[in-house]
């Protein structure tokens, strides 16, 4: 008699397998993350190979013809998505609960629901409390449909019926099929209601938005593997408690992912935010210490921002360092150059460093920037209002050319700042600036320093 098919055990964190149930997984070490799924299929009997859906084709002969993109009428999504929406993708949208996920897809659907047909699919909310946030984000076409269903074969034959252009599930993890015999919320019935609609979306061409809860580690909770099905990764990201909310592209099988979008949550959804830096800016006090412009790129898009850094008396026997928007490593890594090469008593001082508006700056062409910030809030000298820097610092103090300087000085520029600090070795003839603006090269954080003025009235 054939022995019965055995089940097997995946890690719902890294995916490890295990032909018997641990409560640890070997693989990542994840407590009760090994989840029974369904029991490995007995061998096929040899015989004809099955025959491929569809023959190998030469590659010139394919068509682009179900390759085209249309805009969603959201400038800033369309930049992240590499612009615009393509038919038959599969885009992830992952973001933390209550960061606005379920807000900007009814909006999405909102706008495009005047040329297309949108079908939300909500498992997380009722019809009423939809019914209230459509209202309050004031949708204009009639093409929009609601269907409040976590059962995949439900919503996939409602899908047949009235076939949607563009279908959004909210939330992903509530997928459930009577097919699989584990829990919803499971590894398996998460992973196989996105595949069927990975599947659908393929074959009729209909875009899909998934939403994704993130857990607290940050991973998209439970599969992990998720990230690899689809064509799109959509992070949301941002502070709660600030109104910024910023969009990134982690994966992208259609352009590019260094592209952000940026948005900004108020009382009617969220709102596109064109020209980030000038409202980043629009808080900036004048005449403080411990503050200094710096420019990023974030893609294609340059982005000013205000630095702010504190520096007082520690009464602790290790100083606080507290970082909102900046990589702690990198802060440590700048207070000590800036003690070892400028003799700045940084040890004796709690460090606080916040970029301005809930931004976060990962490139290090903001650490000129931020050491200036920290220059001056030690010192508790000025630097001029009009002064914006830019420019990686090495160990030894010397500052370090920047890509795509051009781009960064055109933004400076463009919102009025007329002294621009930049590496020595980014500063080119093709750096080219109107009248009355000053481009200052430095070579080391040392040339930067004249830069910082007394106080009036100081000596
Ligand atoms: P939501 O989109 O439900 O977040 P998610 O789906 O990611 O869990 O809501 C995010 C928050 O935004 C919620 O706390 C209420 C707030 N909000 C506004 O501030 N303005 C609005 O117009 C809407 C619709 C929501
Ligand atoms: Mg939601």
Redesign the pocket.
């Known amino acids: 008699m054939a022995k019965a098919p055995k089940s097997i055990f995946v890690c719902a964190e890294c995916g490890a397998t295990s032909t018997r149930w641990v409560g640890r997984c070997p693989e990542c070490e994840a407590w009760n993350s090994m989840e029974e799924t369904a029991p490995i299929a007995p061998e096929r009997q040899v015989g004809a190979p099955p025959a491929p859906k569809s023959p190998a084709v030469r590659f010139r002969d394919l068509s682009v013809s179900d390759y085209l993109r249309s805009e969603t009428g959201m400038c800033e999504l369309d930049r992240v998505l590499g612009g615009g929406l393509v038919a038959g993708s599969v885009v992830l949208i992952s973001g933390e609960?209550g960061i606005g996920?379920?807000t900007l897809l009814l909006q999405i659907g909102a706008k495009l629901c005047s040329e297309r047909r949108v079908l939300y699919v909500s498992g997380?909310?009722s019809g009423g409390q939809l019914r209230l946030r459509y209202n309050r984000l004031g949708v204009e076409g009639d093409e929009l449909y609601l269907l409040t269903e976590t059962n995949t074969d439900a919503i996939l034959g409602e899908c047949r019926r009235i076939s949607p252009d563009v279908i959004i599930i909210?939330?992903v993890q509530t997928l459930w099929s009577e097919r699989f015999s584990s829990a919803p919320g499971s590894v398996t019935q998460v992973k196989e209601g996105a595949l069927s609609f990975i599947s659908y979306a393929k074959t009729v061409g209909a875009a899909v938005f998934l939403?994704g809860h993130v857990n607290k580690e940050g991973g998209i909770s439970g599969p992990k593997m998720l990230e690899h099905m689809v064509d799109v990764v959509l992070c949301f990201e941002g502070e709660r408690t600030h109104a910024y909310r910023i969009i990134r592209a982690a994966k992208n099988r259609y352009g590019s992912t260094n592209e952000i979008g940026v948005f900004e949550m108020g009382d009617r959804g969220l709102r596109e935010i064109p020209n980030p830096s000038e409202v980043l800016l629009a808080e900036r006090p004048r005449n403080v210490s411990g503050s200094c412009a710096g420019c990023v790129l974030e893609g294609s898009r340059p982005l000013v921002t205000e630095i702010q850094a504190l520096a007082s008396k520690s009464v602790y026997a290790s100083p606080k360092r507290t970082s909102d928007g900046f990589d702690s490593n990198r802060l440590s890594l700048l207070l000590a150059v800036l003690e070892r090469r400028l003799g700045l008593r940084f040890s004796e001082n709690d460090v606080y460093l916040n970029i301005a508006g809930g931004m976060r700056l990962d490139e290090p062409a903001a650490d000129l920037a931020v050491a200036l910030a920290l220059i001056s809030g030690i010192t508790d000298k000025l630097l001029p209002d009009s002064l914006i820097a830019f420019g990686e610092l090495g160990l030894a103090g010397e500052v370090r050319a920047v890509s795509q300087a051009e781009y960064r000085v055109k933004e400076a520029v463009r919102l009025g700042f007329t002294e621009i600090l930049l590496p020595k070795r980014s500063l080119t003839r093709h750096l080219k600036v109107p009248e009355g603006v000053r481009l200052i090269g430095v070579s080391s954080i040392y040339e930067a320093l004249p830069l910082l003025a007394p106080r009036s009235g100081e000596s």
């Open positions: 609960p996920k379920s997380e909310e909210d939330s939403v």
